[in-house]
């Protein structure tokens, strides 16, 4: 064939071992696949945003991309039904001698469907206006079976406080209101996989992440979360939404963006068990890692102790303490004081340099 460039890739005996592997051909990468007693062979990078196809799966005739679920054709490199103007490259294949050769001259085109933006991945800028505050209640309990919740309860007393006394815009989400998916750990498999927005929210219009993508990203300037203690730790739906959270610090190692700016975060951690501190510590890492600022004594709380089981007794004293909601208000106070000089720019934006981690920015384009 004029002009062909066939490179061995291979014993065919060993190569049939595999349904689906990737094979690098100098700067090539390939998803070679061996199905119904015969090689295909596509391009290793996925169109989307460069998932590795070699190390993904088999659907049937399809390559399934291991990053995002994006699928190929194994043979004609074309996207599956309703995507197929999206499609890899696809290589000419022989064999000779018991050995597998791929000639890279005959690369068919890549093409790319054109992706519409998503409507989170738009410019981050502030609306002009008061301070907003929004409040993120991660209590759980039966919808249709409503209790007592003493985060909750001061966690409205603040946003109260804010809208009443403050003249301020407020917004409270609460986080068992919301039907959303658990983080499917994109970044384990790389970096680059756990993009903004979430690829689950990108995926799936019914996920509700969004809403609290969209009010932590581009509304609010006051993130107030309340939390009860669950043996020891925050709720499991706060620890359900930070993980899905991942991909907003993530985009300050891979790609040097900052989403979170001029942002305060404070807390509200009630309980009828102990750990106050260990609790505190986790939401303020979480926190200061994506970007937030902290007012001072950036948190309240309240527990009974690890010895005291009575929930009632320790329902009674949050709900007659005026200690705490005084407590409560001032914490939205400081908060939104801090936001105030972010916002106004008394408090200088600093160039970010994270020790340990070397931001870098993404390629454009996949390679072949």
């Known amino acids: ?84 103007t999206d499609q890899v490259p696809s290589y000419a294949l022989k064999i000779e001698i018991d050995r597998l050769y791929v000639d890279l001259t005959s690369a068919t085109q890549r093409k790319k469907q054109p992706q519409k933006s998503h409507p989170l991945a738009r410019p981050i800028v502030r609306a002009e206006g008061p301070i907003r505050v929004l409040g993120i209640a991660t209590t759980a309990m039966t919808a249709d079976q409503p209790r007592y919740s003493a985060s909750d309860a001061l966690l409205e007393v603040a946003v109260a406080h804010a809208r009443e006394q403050l003249q301020l815009e407020t917004h409270i989400i609460k986080l068992r209101d919301l039907s959303f998916r658990p983080c499917e750990g994109f970044y384990s498999k790389a970096a680059e996989a756990c993009t903004w927005p979430c690829s689950i929210t990108q995926m799936d219009p019914t996920d509700q992440m969004d809403r609290v993508y969209e009010a932590i990203v581009h509304w609010a300037d006051v993130i107030l979360v309340s939390t009860p203690i669950r ?52 939401l303020m890492t979480f926190f200061a890692e994506v970007g937030c600022q902290f007012p ?21 004293e949050v709900k007659n303490s005026q200690e705490l909601r ?20 008394q408090l200088p934006a600093q160039p970010l340099a994270r020790g340990g981690r070397k931001a870098h920015q993404l390629d454009s384009e996949p390679t072949r």
């Open 326 to 345: 005084e407590g409560a208000q001032a914490l939205v106070a400081r908060a939104v004081d801090m936001a105030r000089l972010m916002v106004e720019g």
């Open 1 to 84: 064939m004029p002009g062909s460039n066939w490179i061995d890739i291979g014993s065919v005996e060993e190569l049939k071992r595999k349904p689906l592997q990737e094979v690098v051909c100098g700067q090539t990468k390939l998803a070679l696949s061996y199905k119904d007693g015969a090689f295909a062979a596509i391009s290793g990078v996925c169109n989307h945003i460069g998932g590795l196809l070699g190390e993904g799966r088999l659907d049937g005739d399809y390559v399934v991309c291991p990053w995002h679920y994006w699928k190929f054709h194994h043979r004609t490199g074309q996207g599956e039904p309703g995507y197929e």
């Open 231 to 282: 043996w020891g730790g925050a709720s499991s739906l706060y620890y359900k939404m930070i993980e899905r959270m991942n991909c907003i610090q993530n985009q300050e190692t891979i790609a040097n963006k900052h989403l979170l700016k001029n942002k305060v975060a404070a807390f509200i951690i009630m309980g009828g068990q102990d750990n106050v501190q260990g609790v505190a510590g986790q």
């Open 296 to 316: 001072q004594f950036p948190f309240i709380a309240h527990s009974r102790g690890w010895s005291a089981e009575d929930m009632e007794r320790n329902n009674s």
